[in-house]
């Protein structure tokens, strides 16, 4: 008896080898990429990453971060929420005691 994700994946494969018998010049798709393209619409969506684990049947969250990474739009929502540093910027200087110390070591 064939599991659901066998079935799945013969039916991915089946898909990919007819698109690509159609239009050789895009390169057959993964089997994985339906997982990664729901992964990544839900975090966008705002879903935590545990939840996403859920629906995705992991185990772990770690097992996720795989299947997600930061679109161009989440890097300039998160740079939208910072404000540039208004004081003086300057180089650190350590003082005689802070040297010393490193050297005694």
């Known amino acids: 008896m064939h599991s659901v994700r066998q079935v799945y994946n013969r039916s991915v494969e089946k898909l990919a080898e007819r698109a690509a018998a159609r239009r050789p010049e895009y390169p057959v798709s993964q089997c994985q990429r339906p997982r990664h393209t729901m992964a990544m619409d839900l975090l966008q ?3 935590d990453r ?3 684990a859920l629906c995705l049947g992991h185990e772990s969250v770690e097992t996720t971060q795989i299947y997600l990474e930061a679109t161009l739009a989440m890097k ?5 929420k910072t404000s540039p540093y208004s004081g003086k910027s300057s180089r650190f200087r350590p003082d005689d005691n802070l040297l ?3 050297n005694s070591l």
Request: glycine share 14%; aromatic share 8%.
């Open 45 to 47: 969506a705002g879903v």
């Open 50 to 52: 545990a939840v996403i």
């Open 76 to 80: 300039e929502a998160a740079l939208a």
């Open 100 to 102: 010393g110390f490193l």
